[in-house]
């Protein structure tokens, strides 16, 4: 195991480019590429990665929800996942879209997940083999979920409002920008999608970023108790919700907090700021 990764709480969940190169025809896991660009799968992955979605396969098309569990029984057994499977995720952004696609593994009750640290970059970086070949697995029957765990790791606009009144944790993990209301998206993207900028009152601005080395790889167990737990203050047992614009950049920060920090109930709000921003009479906070 990578020396880094035994300082975790669940050091498990993360693994590097060495062993997941080890690993490349280990039947007893599925490799899944979740992207920002969703082209970028077609012009080179990891040999064996299937490539998942994270719109187009775990979204509902039509009604802002995730899909059914009839709808994700059927995503896993297309790609020759069983509830058996360990699913190992990587991709672009420094595994933005990777945790986000991880994160809505777990609503629907599969626990065996892992993300490469470092995401496609480092993999890239590093001289690891690329392929353009897709890979073919065989149908399995993957079983219906029972229901999805929205109550566990999932939080609503109701849920955040009630934080926010309430006084409890509430992360910000949108840029500094986004957070003090000077923009509404990131700095590099088109400035649209929602009404009004600002952050959810009682909120605290810790971006996700803060969490990430250079080359996209997690920070150091150390490094991060410093920034959630010294600077921030938060607490093993606090029940604690973060948000960004639509949920990907905070499901990165909801991977940090509930397995390499270990704390007991971390929501990721995917509603964000898209919502919060455009909803009727919800309030505002600007500044920083």
Request: hydrophobic residues 35%.
């Given at each position: ?10 050091p498990e ?6 062993w ?12 899944v590429?979740?992207?920002?660009d ?5 012009t ?18 039509v ?9 994700f ?7 020759g ?10 991709g ?8 986000y ?12 997940v892992?993300?490469?640290?470092g ?7 590093e ?5 353009r ?6 149908p399995?029957?993957?079983p219906v979920?029972a ?13 955040t409002?009630a934080h926010?009144q ?11 920008g986004e957070?003090?209301?000077e923009?509404?998206h ?9 009404l ?14 803060t ?8 920070k ?8 959630y737990?010294e ?25 940090v ?15 964000s ?5 455009n909803?009727?009479?919800a309030?505002?906070?600007k500044?920083?």
């Amino acid at each position: 195991m990578n020396p880094k990764f035994s300082h975790y709480a669940h050091p498990e969940a993360l693994v590097d480019g060495a062993w997941l190169q080890e690993h490349l025809n280990d039947p007893a896991i599925r490799i899944v590429e979740s992207n920002e660009d969703v082209l970028l799968y077609d012009t080179g992955h990891i040999p064996g990665a299937v490539h998942i979605d994270w719109r187009g396969d775990l979204q509902d098309n039509v009604q802002r929800d995730y899909i059914s569990p009839e709808h994700f029984a059927a995503v896993c057994s297309k790609n020759g996942i069983t509830p058996d499977t360990t699913v190992v995720f990587y991709g672009d952004k420094s595994n933005w879209w990777s945790a986000y696609a991880l994160w809505a593994f777990r609503l629907f009750g599969h626990t065996k997940v892992k993300l490469l640290d470092g995401g496609s970059a480092k993999w890239k970086a590093e001289g690891r083999p690329l392929t353009r070949e897709k890979p073919s697995f065989a149908p399995t029957k993957y079983p219906v979920p029972a229901k999805r765990h929205d109550a566990d790791i999932r939080a609503f606009f109701a849920d955040t409002l009630a934080h926010s009144q309430g006084r409890k944790p509430l992360i910000d993990v949108r840029s500094p920008g986004e957070f003090k209301g000077e923009i509404t998206h990131m700095p590099e993207y088109p400035q649209e999608g929602v009404l009004r900028g600002g952050h959810v009152p009682g909120a605290k601005s810790v971006p996700w970023k803060t969490a990430a080395n250079d080359d996209g790889t997690f920070k150091s167990a150390e490094e991060l108790r410093k920034i959630y737990t010294e600077n921030l203050g938060l607490k093993k047992d606090d029940d604690i919700i973060a948000y960004c614009r639509i949920g990907e950049r905070s499901s990165h920060t909801w991977f940090v907090l509930t397995y390499l920090l270990g704390y007991d109930r971390v929501r990721n709000y995917d509603g964000s700021w898209t919502e919060w921003g455009n909803m009727v009479r919800a309030p505002i906070e600007k500044g920083s």
